[in-house]
Every structure is written in structure tokens, then in C-alpha cells.
């Protein structure tokens, strides 16, 4: 028998109404939505239900995701469904960290508030990302290194999503260069990213020490499951390790290729996408597009997943 993994999606997968039939139909959502309203003082409810121009903001978007994932988590283990890893891609790390039980949710709920407003904050010139298509990540790495050293300015990788797609990130100029570059290199589109910061960069090593801070006040304890870092791509079992490798993750490229390819070979045929948008179920398609994967984004693929799973 197999193990399975759950994903938990980060920023950009987010949209109006992401967990309303979660947080109307289970009493085990709703609670985790008042849990994080009076933790982090703003109303969660309306802020993912309603629309408004605060969701796409990275200090309100992170803090939204964070508390979807986690209410739809506590229903799906309420039914009495569970993992044995768990991982998710940048913010939803966090997701990650509820499933394995290292972290009280009103930590998690406090320290990704935090986390939001400090990437926010962290450059206020903006930066860039770039989605690259079509070209190896090694490569895509050292174009940006060579650009770097030409320009002078901050390029790098931020995400190895799958193959084919590498997202680079850093001051806009450089990215733009770099762009130029990987183009002329062979790559076959360079999609500039609608976001608020170069994320996943050099530049965000300030908001990695504010984080550390918040991190080093918080109880952490030993995953009861292993979860899987995006900094190294490797498990993680020991809570000394967790704050270091969630402050670093801010600043260092998101390993996720490595991440499901460090689950396979600990056994894992089954992953399970919990969160809104089927992002991370587009890209195992293309890392491990034999193994099983399944999206709970709704109740109704909650209420189809037994026999799914069970297939």
C-alpha cells in the first residue's frame, strides 16, 4: 500500500468565495474562521467570502489562503482521512505545518499575518517574477546569474514549479534582462507575473529576520508527520529545524519539483491538493503524471474523495 501526501497551494490560487460551503456546512471550518478573526483582528469571513480589493494583497491574501486551507484541513481530518507526509508550495508550507501538527493554528494564524505584511513591506520599489517556460532550471539559473553579474542587480530563480515552468525573481530591470536572455536562449515564453514583490529573493532578507523574530515566540513542536521543506527539499522531522527553514524560505527558491520527487521516493502514490484553484495538481501532471492526485477545494470533492481514494 502506498502513502499519501497532502499539498497545500500558496499565493496566487486565491479567489472570492474560496471556503464559504466549507465554513456554512461543517461547524469545524467555521470555528477556524472566528479562531483566525480574532487572532488577527480583521474579519476573515468577509474578507474571503466578499468581494473586495484587499484579497489580491499580499499582507491580506496570505492570511486568507492560510485560514481556507487550515478549515478545510480540520473537516477533512474530522471525517477521519490523513496523510503520511504533507508539503506545501510557499505560503502553504503553513497548510503543511497544521497537517503535521507542529504549530497551533493561532500561531500559524499570527505569524502568516505577519509574514504578509513583512513581504509587503520588505521592497517598496516592487521588483518583479517571471514565469519561464519551456527551459531546464539549471539553465534558467545560470542565465540569471550571468545577468546578475552583468547588471549588477538581484535576478535568481524563486521556483522550480515542474518541468518546464521555472519563475525567476528580483529588481525588475534585472528581471526583464534576464527574460531577454532566457528567450534568446530558447525559452518558449517569458510571462511576466502580476505581483507585489520579488518574492522568494535576495531582496526579501529583511523580512526573513522580522519573521525570525516572530518565529523564535512561538511554540513549535515535532511534526508527528513529516513535511517537506521547500528550501531543501528534504523531510523534516525535528521542530529545531522548522523556524530557520521558514525564515529562510522567504528569501530562497522554492524547491517544489524536488519536493514531490523527495515524496515519491519515500513511497507517497497518492497526493491530495487541499485549497483553492488546482494549481499543484497542474503541475504533477507533469512531475509524476502516473500517481494518483485528487483536488478538495469544495464540499463536493470532499463528499466524492472516499470513493476516489477508495477506487
Known amino acids: 500500500m502506498g502513502k499519501t501526501a497532502f499539498l497545500f497551494p500558496g499565493q496566487g490560487a486565491q479567489s472570492v468565495g474560496m471556503g464559504e460551503d466549507f465554513c456554512k456546512s461543517y461547524k469545524e471550518a467555521a470555528a477556524v474562521y472566528d479562531a483566525a478573526s480574532q ?11 466578499e468581494k473586495n480589493d484587499r484579497l489580491d494583497q499580499t499582507e491580506y491574501t496570505q492570511i486568507a489562503m492560510i485560514t481556507t486551507e487550515i478549515a478545510m484541513l480540520r473537516v477533512i481530518l474530522s471525517k477521519g482521512f490523513g496523510a503520511d507526509l504533507a508539503a506545501g508550495l510557499s505560503l502553504g508550507e503553513y497548510g503543511a505545518l497544521a497537517a503535521c501538527g507542529a504549530m497551533k493554528d493561532e500561531d500559524i494564524f499570527r505569524v502568516v499575518r505577519k509574514r504578509g505584511i513583512y513581504m509587503q513591506e520588505a521592497y517598496p520599489a516592487g521588483g518583479g517574477m517571471t514565469a519561464v517556460l519551456g527551459m531546464d532550471g539549471d539553465k534558467v ?5 550571468c545577468t546578475e553579474r552583468e547588471t549588477g542587480k538581484t535576478v535568481s530563480v524563486a521556483n522550480y514549479n515542474c518541468p518546464g515552468q521555472i519563475v525567476i525573481t528580483g529588481e525588475k530591470s534585472a528581471v ?4 531577454a536572455k532566457l528567450t534568446e536562449a530558447g525559452a518558449k515564453r517569458c510571462i511576466p507575473l502580476k505581483v507585489s514583490g520579488p518574492f522568494h529573493s535576495a531582496l526579501l532578507q529583511e523580512a526573513s529576520k522580522e519573521l525570525m523574530k516572530e518565529l523564535k515566540a512561538t511554540v513549535i513542536d515535532d511534526p508527528v508527520i513529516p513535511y517537506v521543506t521547500n528550501v531543501t527539499a528534504e523531510c523534516v522531522t525535528d521542530k529545531d529545524a522548522v523556524a530557520e527553514l521558514l525564515a529562510r524560505q522567504i528569501y530562497s527558491p522554492v524547491r517544489w519539483q524536488q519536493s514531490i520527487e523527495r515524496m515519491v521516493e519515500e513511497g507517497v502514490d497518492t497526493f491530495i491538493e487541499i485549497g483553492p484553484g488546482k494549481v ?15 483536488h478538495i477545494g469544495s464540499t463536493e470533492e470532499l ?8 477506487a
Not at 141 to 145: G, K, L, Q, S, V
Not at 176 to 179: P, S
Not at 303 to 310: G, L, T, W
Open 39 to 49: 487572532t488577527v483582528g480583521i474579519d476573515i469571513r468577509e474578507l474571503c467570502f
Open 280 to 294: 499543484l495538481t497542474g503541475f504533477m501532471k507533469k512531475i509524476a503524471p502516473d500517481l494518483r492526485t485528487y
Open 303 to 310: 463528499e466524492k474523495y472516499p470513493e476516489v481514494i477508495n
Open 176 to 179: 526583464d534582462a534576464a527574460a
Open 141 to 145: 539559473a545560470d542565465i540569471c546569474e
